[in-house]
């Protein structure tokens, strides 16, 4: 069984999902005795991100579309390949410190009447994003 499933939609961003993804492999190295899946709804294969994936991320389920349903939509697109007990949709801009994920599923198994949970968001220059919640 999958602990946690990650999705994320890409949509010209492939910089910042190479990043993101790096970011995800580091945590997932750190916490192994999670399984995680990643899942990347891929609006824009064709600005090298579908090669890219193919290759250096093949750990990586794509699914590849050509119509941009926005955030939510395109998220939507993930669900029926979703094994996970738990979802984390994540931007393709966010970079995920190696504990978070280990920390979010912690708190998420210890009590049961969490239905669902933001991580802190912290801003390229240091400041906390008082968006996140």
């Known amino acids: ?51 890219f994936l193919a290759k250096k991320y093949n750990w990586v389920k794509q699914i590849k579309t050509t119509a941009n349903d926005g955030f939510s939509g395109n998220n939507n697109k993930a669900l029926p390949y979703v094994q996970g007990k738990y979802i ?20 998420l198994e210890k009590d049961s009447q969490i239905g669902a949970a933001t991580c802190k968001t912290v801003l390229a220059d240091g400041r906390f994003d008082p968006d996140c919640h």
Do not use: W, Y
């Open 88 to 107: 984390l949709f994540l931007n393709s801009d966010t970079k995920v410190e190696k504990d978070t994920i280990s920390f979010i599923h912690s708190r």
């Open 1 to 51: 069984m999958v602990d946690i499933s990650i999705v994320i939609v890409n949509f010209n961003t492939p910089q910042l999902l190479r990043n993101c993804l790096d970011s995800i492999l580091a945590a997932r190295k750190a916490t192994p005795k999670l399984k995680i899946e990643t899942i990347v709804v891929n609006v824009t294969p064709e600005d090298g991100s579908g090669d």
